[in-house]
């Protein structure tokens, strides 16, 4: 028996997004993750880094099943994507900033 069947539920890709203050940016990100053609099993961290203006439910409506971490305070880049590697389960992984805009077939060829 393979890895593979042994364990059908790990993903192929984590994604982690670390945001702070710009959700318009962060939304058009999830929603470009949302629109990927044949996408491999995938699963997706938000981790937020202590934005004013922050609305989990309208993360989760943009990527469904998405997984929000909120920072009371901004811990810097290293520090919350790190909290989000440390959850990752993917064979691969994959750092975004909430402005980064994959295309349709990003994740399915970079399997």
């Known amino acids: 028996m393979n ?4 364990a ?13 203050q ?9 929603r470009a993750l949302a629109a990927s053609e044949q996408p ?4 997706t961290f938000v981790v937020d880094n202590g934005s004013a203006h922050f609305d989990a439910e309208d993360v ?6 998405v997984q929000v971490f909120r920072n009371e305070e901004n811990l ?3 520090r919350a994507s790190n909290q989000g590697l440390r959850l990752a389960r993917g064979r691969y992984l994959l750092l975004l900033n909430p402005d ?8 399915r060829l970079m399997v």
């Open 76 to 78: 810097g880049f290293s």
């Open 100 to 107: 980064a805009f994959v295309a349709p077939e990003t994740l």
């Open 40 to 43: 491999p099993p995938l699963e």
């Open 22 to 30: 710009t959700p318009d940016l962060l939304l058009r990100c999830l």
């Open 8 to 20: 059908p539920s790990r993903p192929d890709v984590s994604v982690v997004i670390v945001h702070y």
């Open 3 to 6: 890895y593979r069947e042994s």
């Open 60 to 65: 989760r409506a943009a990527l469904g099943g």
